[in-house]
């Protein structure tokens, strides 16, 4: 084994080898099942207008077949020992990935290495994907919950931004993309420096990363350090109002604001207000428009963060004469919640409910993995699962607050979809 190695929290170990690929790993007692997952540091954020959904059909081609394995080979490789395989594209990662009985590990190691080192991307290829992923275009125009989440970012970073495009391209955008555009972008950031191979579950992370190594082979014969973490000048958040028309029997609407950037400290307090504002069925919106009004069935907050910037919303769904009632009492809810803040008693249970459905969550190696790819590829830090429950449970009510009063209080957006 090369590389350096260095134990990032307890059970948790990463080496980086000397041409940047970074693996990390985390030992789980007690458990017969492995993911392990390839990130790349490259998403829909990284596109010119020329090239946008670049990354997008590029995951998809990957799939396709390689020197030694063709597509179908790819599938009965996995399928044959009961593995689950994937993978999906952000704005700024792309993923492929892999669940597995402990034992089919290396297994499931040698095949993605082979996908992402050795992908032959024939003319062929590009063409029958490109069909495909037009299909999948329309298929998501025609949800509605895409549809207004996408104009949402449009309206907040700029339709023609890197940020405000959506990850899938457009109709225009795909076929205009060559075989040699999409090669180019392949061989330019599928680089060793910008991946992580994150693994979790039944495993020793010293078999993991000999594995790797063979996989990946001579594509790591080159010297580099990793790529460090996504960072860039904060990002302007243009407030409005953008419709679409859809002859759809509800419309959907997102409002929200300006939220935080990634690494910001303040994101702890943030979740636990948006927690209080719609994470449940005890939320304040919950129970303000669907419990006490029966405006809408699906009504929810949300935070999502990015290097530089975010967004903070709340989306809900509702017939359409239900509309501007169901817009008055979400920002009558937000008003209330920028002046007031949460109480002490909201504070307590946000944390509880914040903490048990992290722990829950991340008791599948499958999420551990994730947990470990991302922290990697996005945070200069990897905090431990029990820092983070020590920072969701140091929140305190002034802090909580305050956040909940600047963010708050921000100047809206307003993305909405229906007839």
């Known amino acids: 084994m090369t590389g350096s190695t260095t134990e990032l929290t307890p059970g948790v170990r990463r080496t980086t080898l000397p041409s940047g690929l970074r693996v990390v790993t985390e030992e789980m007692a007690g458990v017969r099942s492995a993911a392990v997952g390839v990130w790349v540091g490259v998403g829909s954020r990284d596109e010119s207008a020329a090239l946008h959904g670049c990354s997008h059909f590029l995951e998809h081609l990957l799939f396709k077949g390689t ?38 590990l290396p297994l499931a190691i040698d095949v993605l290495g082979d996908m992402i080192t050795s992908s032959l ?29 996408n104009l949402f970012a449009a309206q907040a970073w ?20 060559s075989r040699e555009d999409v090669v180019g972008f392949y061989r330019e950031h599928y680089r060793p ?65 300006e939220g935080l950037a990634r690494d910001d400290d303040r994101r702890f307090a943030l979740s636990v207000v948006t927690t209080a504002l719609g994470g449940g069925t005890s939320s304040r919106l919950f129970q303000e428009v669907r419990e006490r009004r029966g405006l809408a069935y699906s009504v ?10 975010g967004l903070v919303g709340v989306a809900l769904g509702c017939l359409p004469g239900k509309v501007e009632e169901s817009l008055a009492v979400v920002r009558a809810e937000l008003a209330r919640l920028a002046a007031d803040g949460i109480t002490a008693e909201e504070l307590a249970m946000c944390q509880g409910q914040l903490r048990g459905g992290l722990v829950l969550g991340l008791e599948d190696s499958a999420s551990r993995m994730s947990r470990l790819g991302k922290a990697e590829l996005t945070h200069a830090d990897t905090l431990s699962i029990d820092a983070v429950l020590d920072r969701i449970g140091a929140v305190t009510l002034a802090e909580a607050n305050a956040i909940a009063a600047e963010v708050f209080s921000r100047p809206e957006l307003l993305a909405v979809v229906g007839p």
């Open 193 to 257: 420096e910008a991946m992580v191979v994150a693994a979790a579950g039944n495993l020793r992370h010293d078999d993991v990363v000999a594995q790797v190594e063979k996989a990946f082979g001579a594509f790591l014969g080159g010297v580099a350090a990793p790529r460090p973490c996504r960072t860039g000048s904060p990002v302007v958040v243009h407030p409005g109002e953008v419709a679409v028309s859809k002859p759809l029997e509800q419309v959907n609407l997102v409002l929200g604001m």
């Open 158 to 177: 700029g339709a023609d931004t890197p940020l405000g495009r959506g990850i899938a391209g457009t109709e225009s955008s795909i076929e205009a993309l």
């Open 300 to 309: 929810y907050s949300f935070a999502s963060s990015h290097a530089e910037t």
């Open 67 to 104: 020197p030694t394995r063709s597509a179908l080979d790819i599938s009965l490789a996995l399928d044959a020992v009961g593995g689950e395989f994937n993978a999906f594209t952000a704005k700024e990662y792309t993923v492929f990935h892999a669940r597995v009985l402990d034992e089919d």
């Open 121 to 149: 991307l024939t003319p062929d290829d590009v063409e029958a994907e490109r069909e495909v992923i037009l299909d999948e275009i329309a298929m998501h125009d025609d949800d509605p919950d895409d549809v207004v989440h």
